[in-house]
């Protein structure tokens, strides 16, 4: 695999030039969040009509580099699976993508049961990715020569990709398709969608968490912050500090000493004679909390207005099969055709007319256009 690794801001002058004027690129970002405790952006990949780059953004700032083209509406950016990657550019670069052409989307369009860059690759070009560094810490320095190429190869063979898909696309009429979820796409990662919950409290990410007593659940609260620091300062991810289930273990256990911590399976002896006694003490202290004092898991999360009426969920059963009936005709996925949560909303509004079944949050156009009708009819005759 050919590509150039630009890790200074010399080397990326002559890049500079190359990318003025370019009417496409083809891009693609690695993070270190499987194995650091922060998923920055550690790695560019960028492929040009004529060279694959490898850009190292944590040898020098990109920023000025990639903004101009990334942000050009005239320039098409090919990426394959691109929500975190868009997320990242706006996090860590301050760069707000435009002019993308996701080749998963696209995939999933034509009615693709397999979305992954090599699966892809695989069928329509014969090209097969290695998947020797796919768990790499990209973050390491210096890269290995393999890494590099491992990741120029993820951009590489975007550009032909895309043609094949383009080309289909626009067979089976479904190019507008693409476009506007690919710019809904690029409006998502702007505007982002984190869960302000699960933000404020980390247990409801644990499994088995729900089932706890009150005083369980404030224990492992604090037995997650205790590894969050831990994560933190060693800048690990917190799963490979020590797990959810060894932890749950420690906190239904209540351990009396490191060595009784260490015992745990899958607990880490280091990690229980080194930092043990913090987790202990910290346990200890909820062992000894009054009951009005701990804070049980939370009842309920949420999401938008309460339950709906029965008559609303039996309408949104009827609108779902008229949705999977249209969706095996057109040879795509129910929910890439539309997700339950767009067709319980079409439910709860009950539109009469393409006018106000377009005002529904979340509907496409194109989603009008391929499934209105079939929704309207059945809303027509709701009892």
């Known amino acids: 695999m050919s590509y150039t690794y630009i890790e200074d801001s010399e080397r990326a002058k002559a890049l500079a030039g190359e990318l003025d004027g370019l009417e496409r690129i083809a ?39 990639l903004r101009g083209p990334l942000e050009d509406p005239g320039v098409e950016i090919l990426m394959h699976g691109a929500d975190f990657d868009l997320r990242l550019l706006q996090r860590d670069l301050g760069i707000r993508l435009t002019g993308l052409f996701d080749t998963q989307i696209a995939a999933s369009l034509l009615g693709s049961r397999q979305l992954g860059l090599a699966a892809l690759l695989e069928t329509h070009l014969g090209v097969s990715l290695s998947k020797k560094y796919q768990r790499a810490d990209w973050a390491e320095r ?7 190429e491992y990741a120029a190869s993820d951009t590489a063979h975007l550009p032909a990709l895309v043609d094949i898909l383009a080309t289909d696309l626009e067979t089976a009429g479904r190019a507008s398709w693409a476009e506007e979820e690919c710019r ?3 409006r998502s990662a702007l505007s ?13 990410r644990v499994k088995g968490a729900r089932d706890m007593t009150a005083r369980h659940v404030t224990a492992l609260r604090a037995a997650l912050a205790w590894r969050d620091e831990i994560a933190q300062r060693r800048d690990k991810a917190v799963f490979r500090v020590v797990g959810d289930a060894p932890l749950l273990e420690a906190v239904a256990q209540f351990p009396a000493d490191p060595n009784a911590l260490a015992d745990i399976q899958g607990f880490p002896n280091g990690l229980a004679r080194g930092e043990g006694d913090e987790l202990l003490r910290r346990l200890r202290a909820v062992a ?7 804070e ?3 009842k309920f999360r ?7 009426t029965p008559e609303v969920e039996a309408l949104a059963e009827r609108l779902k099969r008229a949705r999977n009936r249209r969706a095996e005709d057109l040879g795509l996925d129910r929910g890439t055709l539309m997700p339950n949560a767009v067709i319980n909303a079409v439910a709860e509004a009950a539109p009469m007319n393409t006018e106000q079944l377009a005002a529904v949050e979340g509907i496409r156009n194109w989603q009008i256009s391929a499934l209105g009708g079939d929704l309207l009819e059945v809303l027509a005759h709701k009892p």
């Open 302 to 308: 949420y999401r938008g207005p309460g339950r709906p």
């Open 288 to 294: 000894d909390m009054p009951e009005e004092d701990l």
């Open 192 to 204: 982002g969608s984190s869960d302000p919950a699960e933000d404020r409290d980390p247990v409801l």
């Open 184 to 186: 809904a796409l690029e």
């Open 296 to 298: 049980p898991y939370p």
């Open 142 to 148: 210096p890269l290995k020569s393999g890494m590099l």
């Open 27 to 65: 891009l693609d970002c690695e993070a270190a969040g499987f194995h650091r405790y922060s998923d920055r952006l550690c790695l560019l990949q960028l492929t040009t009509p004529t060279q694959t780059y490898v850009i190292d953004p944590l040898a020098f700032d990109v920023t000025d580099l």
